[in-house]
């Protein structure tokens, strides 16, 4: 994840090089800082509820594995929908506290986030669904939505999406590839849960 993490910021930095220059490169900088604020809770419900679905599904409890899924699914889903309104509500004075008084970087900045984050109210569930199937040791498919929306999705859109909207296809890789990302886990997701209840 973290070499994944490397490759998809290399990417991003040339996108943002070649299609906005430094302003670009600092409008992310401003909104990957605001993004890990609203992130990092999600991701300690995360954390928290992996040994909760490890024990109960190795105890054969499969219907607290389902209960504490469900619970940590709405829980990372209110947090994102959170921060969600926070950014559409107030865009501008977020990142007119980063921007120092650069008004281009602050309109540049308070523009992307409103599209980039635009699916953030989903990823809660993504994350919580890939981290589901590591947890009951199925480690294939938990690589695949692990790396889903950071290799898999974000990379090839970032690649093709600027050629035809310019700067405006690289706000918009993050929204689409969450969307797809929670598309590919909702089948994963439904699948396996519709086992575990035939085994419960």
């Given amino acids: ?4 993490t490397s490759i998809q910021q290399v990417i991003l930095n040339h996108a943002l090089m070649s299609y906005g220059g430094d302003l670009a490169l600092s409008a992310i900088g401003i909104m990957m800082s605001l ?13 928290g509820a992996q040994p909760l679905i490890g024990y109960n599904y190795g105890a054969k409890q499969y219907d607290r594995v389902i209960e504490a899924w469900k619970k940590a699914v709405f829980v990372a889903t209110c947090i994102a929908i959170a921060g969600f309104i926070i950014i559409r509500l107030f865009a501008v004075p977020l990142a007119a506290l980063f921007s120092k008084g650069d008004i281009a970087l602050t309109n540049l900045t308070s523009h992307a986030m409103l599209i980039y984050f635009t699916a953030f109210p989903i990823v809660g569930f993504q994350v919580i669904g890939a981290t589901y199937f590591q947890s009951v040791g199925k480690p294939v498919q938990a690589a695949i939505l692990s790396l889903s929306r950071q290799v898999l999705l974000f990379i090839p859109l970032l690649l093709i999406l600027p050629k035809y909207w310019g700067i405006e296809g690289i706000w918009r890789t993050a929204p689409i590839a969450d969307c797809l990302a929670v598309l590919l886990t909702a089948s994963f997701v439904f699948i396996e849960l519709k086992k575990l209840k035939a085994k419960a």
């Fill in 1 to 4: 994840m973290q070499l994944a």
């Fill in 35 to 47: 993004g890990m604020i609203f992130f990092m809770p999600i991701l300690g419900i995360n954390q």
